[in-house]
């Protein structure tokens, strides 16, 4: 090959090797920049008097004297409102009975929208659920439940060509000349009084327990039972790896049983997660007994031999690549072949053992279908260490799945998704980090 023609070759490779990473990078940004911002909503928005009043209740923070003045100044700017709903309720008596057909039942979605925005109306029995004891939190929500209650959503079919287009009838008119017309007025002019949203940092969102299925509070249990999890399978699957790994390369010899070995562990790398799952299920915790139900132990060993064949593979690897002079030289020398292993050929595996570690663990964190069956439960409290043996856990993979999906009022936690998710992500990452900060060291102690 001629050298001019081998060095466009080279160029060749170089610009596209450039080219991938440059289309990784946009790909990435491309998907974690919304991730991102929208994350970040949840530590960082602008909170109403019903947010502060829902901390002050449900987590004892905040000056008692201060919210008791705010919400002094809020109930003034909400009393035209309750006003002109008392009104109109007895001019609903007096009024013909089809036009009291006719507004009755929007009155009726007026004041359960209303409640939404604004919390329970005074005086009225305070309901039994959490989330209907308080208003809006969040000032973008209280936006949309402002336009919900001025505003009927309907959909415009005038054009055949389209499947129709939404759009928004004003309320206002159907009661001009009633007395609930000062509602609209006030609701529409007066929010920002209403509400006082102030900008808000929630750093306890990442530790704090869920109040009533994630409509307030935090996502400690989550972050909590994610690290039980991705750490205790790790506990149990790099000692197992680690030592499969030394026995294939060290000690085992070439044939019929090895192939058959190494086979399992390519086969088990590729089988399904979900199928990890239901094996853990089925002999974990129904034929083994480890625990009467779901349990971090069950789960933290089901992700374990999801993670093994990673383990095996990246030590083998890691062991087979030290200089064979090494081994030579320590059993010159009158060592073992145990403590030749132990004591030579360990350390000088270990970073390439760690970087197979690495891979695994973010693995065990982000995984979803193993614990399903085995660890995971949609709602629960913080597990204590000595009660992770025996008790299930939330986990953020599972609970921002299940929040996603099954939740009764996805949108209205949003914020939770998106800021679980981006929890995840950067958990992951810490974890990963951490394992690398760890490799590092452990090279360059290696290299004096």
């Not at 349990?295 to 690897?317: K, N, Q």
Request: hydrophobic share 50%; proline share 5%; aromatic share 8%.
């Amino acid at each position: 090959m001629r050298l001019s023609t081998r060095k466009l070759l080279d160029k060749s490779f170089s610009a596209c090797a450039i080219l991938a990473v440059m289309l990784l990078t946009a790909f990435l940004l491309f998907v974690l920049t919304p991730l991102v911002v929208r994350g970040i909503g949840a530590y960082v928005f602008k909170g109403t008097v019903e947010y502060r009043r829902m901390m002050f209740d449900q987590f004892d923070r905040g000056n008692e004297d201060d919210l008791k003045l705010e919400i002094a100044a809020s109930a003034v700017c909400r009393k035209p409102i309750y006003d002109a709903i008392n009104a109109f309720e007895q001019e609903l008596e007096s009024m013909p009975r089809a036009k009291r057909k006719e507004l009755k039942p929007v009155f009726r979605i007026v004041r359960e929208e209303l409640s939404e925005l604004l919390g329970p109306e005074p005086g009225k029995p305070l309901p039994a659920l959490t989330r209907m004891l308080y208003g809006q939190t969040r000032w973008q929500r209280a936006k949309v439940w402002r336009d919900r209650v001025l505003y009927e959503e309907s959909w415009d079919y005038s054009d055949e060509a389209s499947d129709g287009k939404k759009v928004f009838v004003p309320r206002r008119p159907l009661f001009e000349g009633t007395a609930l017309l000062p509602l609209f007025d006030c609701v529409e002019n007066n929010l920002p009084q209403i509400m006082n949203p102030r900008i808000t940092f929630y750093g306890r969102f990442l530790t704090d327990k869920s109040i009533d299925a994630h409509f307030f509070g935090g996502i400690g249990p989550e972050v909590l039972g994610t690290i039980y999890l991705a750490l205790g399978a790790m506990l149990i699957a790099v000692p197992l790896g680690v030592i499969a790994a030394i026995y294939f390369q060290e000690y085992a010899q070439e044939g019929v049983v090895m192939t058959f070995l190494r086979s399992c562990v390519n086969t088990l790398a590729g089988v399904p997660s979900v199928v990890f799952g239901l094996f853990g299920l089925a002999f974990f915790i129904n034929t083994m007994k480890v625990s009467q139900g779901k349990s971090v132990l069950a789960g933290a060993l089901t992700l374990a031999l999801l993670v093994l064949p990673t383990v095996i593979r990246a030590s083998e690897e890691a062991i087979a690549a030290v200089p064979r002079a090494y081994k030579e030289a320590a059993l010159a020398l009158g060592a073992g072949q145990w403590r030749t292993v132990l004591t030579v050929i360990l350390p000088a595996a270990l970073p390439g053992i760690l970087t197979g570690v690495v891979i695994s663990m973010g693995r065990a964190a982000g995984e979803t279908a193993p614990i399903i069956f085995t660890a995971a439960v949609s709602v629960g409290k913080m597990v204590g260490p000595l009660k992770m043996l025996s008790s299930p856990t939330p986990a953020l993979s599972w609970n921002l799945y299940n929040i996603c999906t099954e939740h009764e009022a996805v949108d209205e936690i949003r914020h939770v998704q998106y800021g679980m998710a981006l929890t995840l992500v950067v958990l992951v990452l810490a974890l990963n980090l951490t394992a690398i900060l760890i490799r590092a060291r452990v090279s360059r102690r290696l290299k004096g």
